[in-house]
């Protein structure tokens, strides 16, 4: 069974101090990982996808990265509008079709 | 362009009720999914249709049950309703299916918030 879990938790930030997010995974056969940003009330709202180890990808201020059992979500200079829960997912196996394995998510704030 | 759009956003029904939720995938999509989202279990995947056929199921009872049209609308319906099936239920649309062996990226609507009394 595909297993996705993320730390930490919760995590409370000063605009500008860097940090990263972790996503663990456990799958077989993995076709690609998702991070994934959520904010109150809304659906997640895709970020990148990564598919294999060693593969990276940026986005203005959040930068992915990929190893064979976890992946890292950078954050450098966080403003307050980069507070929201993020999650990373997997989708992996031959037969899953579009099926999305979640972790529970890092909820991120930021303060001014 | 239209993204998935999910009615209704919010409804409140009690013990026993039945539900249903609709969703409307982006002009192309021929792939949606369903996930209930819960503060204890996270995001859970219920169920995908592609070309109007279930393709995948998740852990769920049999009073959760799903449905696509020939226009790629999907309704996903909940019957005898119970305290915990209180959550967001998020629909999420993608080009491709099941059988498609790169990683599929889906596109989530804003969900329906369901309450049950």
């Known amino acids: 069974e595909d297993q996705v879990t993320q730390s930490p938790e919760a995590l409370r930030l000063q605009e500008g101090e860097s940090s990263s997010l972790n996503c663990s995974y456990t799958v077989s056969g993995l076709r690609g990982l998702f991070w994934y940003r959520q904010d109150p009330g809304k659906g997640p709202e895709f970020l990148f996808t990564?598919?294999?180890a060693g593969e990276e990808k940026e986005k203005e201020r959040l930068k992915a990265t990929l190893t064979k059992k976890e992946s890292f979500l950078h954050i450098t200079a966080p403003k307050p509008e980069d507070s929201a829960t993020y999650l990373c997912?997997?989708?992996?196996?031959?037969?899953?079709?579009?099926?999305?394995?979640f972790g529970e998510g890092t909820q991120l704030t930021v303060n001014p | 362009k239209a993204g998935v759009t999910q009615t209704p956003r919010y409804l409140i029904k009690t013990r026993g009720q039945q539900v249903t939720l609709s969703c409307s995938p982006i002009s192309g999509h021929r792939s949606v999914s369903w996930y209930q989202q819960t503060p204890g279990q996270g995001l859970q995947f219920l169920f995908e249709y592609f070309s109007e056929t279930q393709r995948n199921k998740g852990n769920f009872p049999g009073r959760f049950s799903g449905r696509q049209f020939s226009n790629s609308r999907s309704e996903m319906n909940v019957s005898t309703l119970e305290l915990g099936d209180s959550a967001l239920y998020l629909c999420?649309?993608?080009?491709?299916?099941?059988?498609?062996?790169?990683?599929?990226?889906?596109?989530f609507g804003a969900g329906s918030r369901l309450t049950v009394l």
């Open positions: 997912a997997v989708q992996a196996g031959e037969t899953s079709g579009s099926r999305l394995t």
């Open positions: 999420a649309s993608s080009r491709r299916g099941t059988g498609y062996s790169g990683a599929n990226v889906l596109t």
């Open positions: 990564l598919y294999s």
